[in-house]
């Protein structure tokens, strides 16, 4: 096992003084997702390069092993049962390696907790940050998820939307950071915005951290690797859930 302090056990350890001044709330990220037009930012520059990069290097030793696929391809019934011309009906397609940290008995939360991932990624800053872009107070018990883009992965369009959990129903905040290692050439987030798919950021960056004010539409495109570089070209991204507090 590498030593603990390979991973942070506070968000705020990963964090460049640009990303401090988030905390600090002197940045003009603070409330960006408080206007209720806007529902996904991405903030680049805030976490510190070379601790983004031992923490990808830590997660794709420890975590690549306790990973599971998650692979929902497009039905083919959606082409052959339909009954009518262009009535198209997508459900929601996804494919990469991932990770729930919520059941404590299985290897992959045993193996986040030893090394602090399910520690960071609820940690009193990381909840701070959220809170000063978001502009209001969540709820301190967040969910955990790890994910693992390869070349070629992807999710689908689709909106997150919980509406059979009632304390998400009216929404909740995701909040990823994203490391990338060598041999990614790109991979984007497109989302809607005024009922089109208009808008697209850039997310194949290390230390990049993405929030959503989730429900809305959304999609990730493949992951695309560098010519030759298709074994090796990953995208890590830790994702932190939150509720709203009362
Ligand atoms: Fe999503």
Request: aromatic residues 8%; proline residues 6%; charged residues 25%.
């Amino acid at each position: 096992m590498p030593p603990k302090s390979q991973i942070p056990i506070e968000f705020e350890d990963l964090l460049n003084r640009a990303g401090k001044r988030v905390l600090a709330g002197t940045a003009s990220a603070c409330g960006a997702l408080a206007d209720p037009r806007r529902r996904f930012v991405a903030l680049r520059g805030m976490v510190d390069k070379a601790k983004a990069e031992r923490l990808r290097g830590t997660l794709e030793r420890e975590m690549s092993a306790v990973l599971s696929d998650l692979n929902q391809p497009i039905p083919p019934e959606s082409i052959w049962e339909m009954e009518r011309n262009y009535d198209d009906w997508l459900p929601k397609s996804v494919r990469c390696r991932t990770a729930y940290l919520e059941n404590r008995r299985g290897a992959a939360w045993r193996r986040a907790k030893e090394l602090g991932l399910v520690d960071l990624l609820s940690s009193q800053s990381m909840i701070a940050f959220g809170e000063a872009v978001l502009g209001r107070k969540l709820d301190r018990k967040g969910g955990q998820q790890v994910l693992r883009y390869g070349h070629g992965d992807y999710s689908g369009p689709h909106t997150d939307h919980t509406p059979e959990i009632k304390r998400a129903a009216k929404g909740y905040l995701d909040f990823h950071l994203s490391l990338v290692g060598p041999g990614v050439a790109h991979q984007y987030l497109v989302y809607a915005k005024s009922g089109h798919f208009t808008e697209m950021a850039p997310v194949a960056e290390s230390g990049c951290l993405t929030l959503y004010r989730l429900p809305f539409w959304h999609y990730t495109t493949p992951l695309q690797a560098k010519p030759k570089q298709e074994q090796k070209a990953a995208r890590w991204v830790l994702l932190g859930t939150f509720l709203y507090a009362d």
